[in-house]
């Protein structure tokens, strides 16, 4: 049997802050489809050098109520990172809450404007606890 990894989808409520926060964590439009008769629009985004992984952002042009209070979402999306001191910082500096620090050096969890959570874990071995991260408190849920 042949399988192979296509993408992950979840809804977003504000497709211009979805996208700049996704653009945040490092991804690129890599195709878009917008469908007039259905009134949606599917948004791929992927990390440069990894169009096969993207996650497709889901918006309906007429809104969706729902959203981001139900539980219509994927449970969370998961990224390698090189450096997740900086990357949660770079996060941080752009309004984004770290509701899960990386206080072991290696996992941390944030949401995305439509409360989609992302984990964010080290690439290789942990990295060695450091402040503000060893001492910082969750925020929130993840």
């Known amino acids: 049997m042949h399988l192979k990894y296509l993408h ?3 809804r ?3 497709l211009e802050k979805s ?3 996704y653009k945040l964590l490092g991804l690129k439009e890599t195709r878009r489809y917008d469908s007039e008769q259905g009134r949606f629009s599917l948004i791929f985004m992927a990390p440069e050098g990894q169009e096969e992984c993207p996650v497709e952002l889901t ?3 007429d809104g969706d109520d729902a959203l981001p209070d139900d539980s219509r979402h994927f449970g969370h999306l998961a990224y390698e990172v090189g450096n997740i001191y900086e990357v949660c910082q770079h996060l ?3 309004g984004v809450t770290i509701n899960r620090p990386p ?3 290696r996992m941390a969890f944030v949401r995305s404007p439509d409360n989609v959570s992302v984990e964010l874990l ?3 071995e942990a990295l060695a606890p450091a402040e503000p991260w060893a001492s910082m408190g969750n925020t929130g849920h993840w």
């Open 59 to 61: 918006y309906n042009w």
């Open 122 to 124: 080290q690439e290789g």
């Open 103 to 105: 206080r072991d050096g």
């Open 8 to 10: 992950t989808m979840v």
């Open 12 to 14: 977003v409520k504000d």
């Open 92 to 94: 941080m500096d752009n």
């Open 19 to 21: 996208q700049a926060f």
